[in-house]
């Protein structure tokens, strides 16, 4: 499985971003997929996650209610909408596959998720 995450850039505290994630492999529609991020001198933490057909999704408290995890396997892509933009969401966002196939529910455990993308930056600024 390899995955490319893009779609970050600055933004202004308010605003919305998608980011997208290409995932390709054979395996990589039947594998749970999360988002995962790493702010300046932080761990890295997951953010959201999704199981392999799209039907359960798992937010990390910090941005239920702003944040929505989706997929398209057809294309094989793994988004994440994100709005309303907080300084404390200024972080590298890392897309990830689980080593899990065909999960009903996703999980928060980042030793589960084996397959990483470069990451994309996103900064927020006043």
């Known amino acids: 499985v390899q995955l490319q995450a893009f779609g970050g850039g600055l933004v202004q505290a308010g605003d919305s971003l998608r980011l997208s994630c290409a995932a390709s492999?054979?395996?990589?529609?039947?594998?749970?997929m999360a988002w995962f991020r790493q702010a300046q001198g932080k761990e890295r933490a997951f953010v959201a996650a999704?199981?392999?057909?799209?039907?359960?999704?798992s937010y990390a408290e910090s941005v239920k209610g702003r944040f929505t995890i989706s997929r398209d396997n057809a294309k094989g892509t793994v988004y994440l909408q994100m709005n309303s933009l907080k300084f404390e969401d200024a972080a590298v966002y890392f897309c990830?596959?689980?080593?899990?196939?065909?999960?009903?529910?996703?999980?928060?455990?980042?030793?589960?998720?084996?397959?990483w993308g470069q990451g994309t930056l996103v900064t927020v600024s006043s």
């Open positions: 999704i199981n392999w057909s799209g039907t359960s999704t």
């Open positions: 990830a596959a689980s080593s899990r196939l065909y999960s009903s529910n996703p999980t928060h455990d980042t030793a589960q998720y084996i397959y």
């Open positions: 492999g054979r395996t990589a529609s039947s594998r749970e």
